[in-house]
């Protein structure tokens, strides 16, 4: 079992939500410097989430995901808000190791199709955020969908993703 510390990231700040509800939880401090302590305990990669993108589709947080990817030297999965090939391409030509998909996959099956044909699937991750009735939600959390958890799965592991990320969302 590997154990991925997450950096979650909102107007610049790391912190962290109850239930993805901005607001609630706790802010954390400086990314990068978390980013850096986590690496310093021995994490062998990391999950960075932009989670003011992940609510809108715009990369807000880029800025401090890319201080992030220069740097840690451990590997890095980057996540929220990409739903179009720039935003995915952005990240990995900055040193993410992989993507996480979640939204734009949900809502545009084609846009992971095209992802597949440029990137292959050793990039792509999927994430599969689910509430406790066992449907996936999306857009950060506040939508909900009519897609159960296990169908997608199934649906998606025949495209030989990097990895599924599953998300409880209701704790």
Known sequence: M?????????????VKRVRGVEGTGLEVGDPVETALHW?????TRLH??????AASGKLVNREVVEKILKEVSIPVQVGGGIRDFNSA???????ASWIVLGTGILEKFRFLIGLLDVLGSEKIIAALD?????????????AK???????????LDGFKLAAFLCTYTSL
Request: aromatic share 10%; net charge negative; glycine share 10%.
């Open 39 to 43: 690496e310093s305990e021995g994490a």
């Open 2 to 14: 590997e154990i991925i510390p997450s950096v979650d990231i909102s107007k610049g700040r790391c």
């Open 89 to 95: 391409s952005y990240y990995l030509e900055r040193g």
């Open 130 to 142: 689910y509430g406790s009735d066992g449907f996936l939600v999306k857009r950060g959390w506040t």
């Open 48 to 53: 960075v989430v932009d989670l003011d993108a």
């Open 145 to 155: 969908t009519d897609v159960k958890l296990l169908d997608f799965a199934q649906h």
